[in-house]
C-alpha cells in the first residue's frame, strides 16, 4: 500500500507565501498538487511527469512552484503571493494519470493540509 503524506499547510497573510510538502512511500510516475476551495470541485494546480516537466493552472503560474526529488519520491510546492482565493484544502497524489492536472486517474492521494489566506 504506497502511503501519501502532507505537511507544510498554514494561515497566511495576503502577499505572503507558504511551502507545501509530500512524501510518497514508493516511486509513481507522477506527482501533483490539487486544492478544494469552498464552494468548488477539487482541481489540479501543479504536476510533474517522471521527466521532471511540470504543469500549471493557470490561476497559479508565475506564483507557485513545483518541484520533485525522484529519489527521495518527495514533492514540493512553492506558493509566492497568496490571494484569499488559493483558501483551500490541498492534497498530493501520486500515479499515473492521462492528464496531469485532471483528478481522474491519478492512483494514491494524501489526507490534504489546510492553507488559508487572509488577513
Known amino acids: 500500500q504506497v502511503q501519501v503524506e502532507e505537511s507544510g499547510g498554514g494561515s497566511v497573510q495576503p502577499g505572503g507565501s507558504l511551502t507545501l510538502h509530500c512524501t510518497v512511500s514508493?516511486?509513481?510516475?507522477?506527482m501533483a498538487w490539487f486544492r478544494q476551495t469552498p464552494g468548488k470541485e477539487r482541481e489540479g494546480v501543479a504536476a510533474?511527469?517522471?521527466?521532471?516537466?511540470?504543469r500549471y493552472a493557470d490561476s497559479v503560474k508565475g506564483r507557485f512552484t513545483i518541484s520533485r526529488d525522484r529519489a527521495k519520491n518527495t514533492l514540493v510546492l512553492q506558493m509566492n503571493d497568496l490571494r484569499p482565493e488559493d483558501t483551500g484544502i490541498y492534497y498530493c497524489?501520486?500515479?499515473?494519470?492521462?492528464?496531469?492536472?485532471?483528478?481522474?486517474?491519478?492512483?494514491?492521494w494524501g489526507q490534504g493540509t489546510q492553507v488559508t489566506v487572509s488577513s
Open positions: 497524489a501520486a500515479g499515473l494519470p492521462r492528464m496531469l492536472l485532471e483528478e481522474l486517474g491519478w492512483d494514491y
Open positions: 514508493a516511486y509513481t510516475h507522477c
Open positions: 510533474v511527469d517522471s521527466d521532471l516537466t511540470a
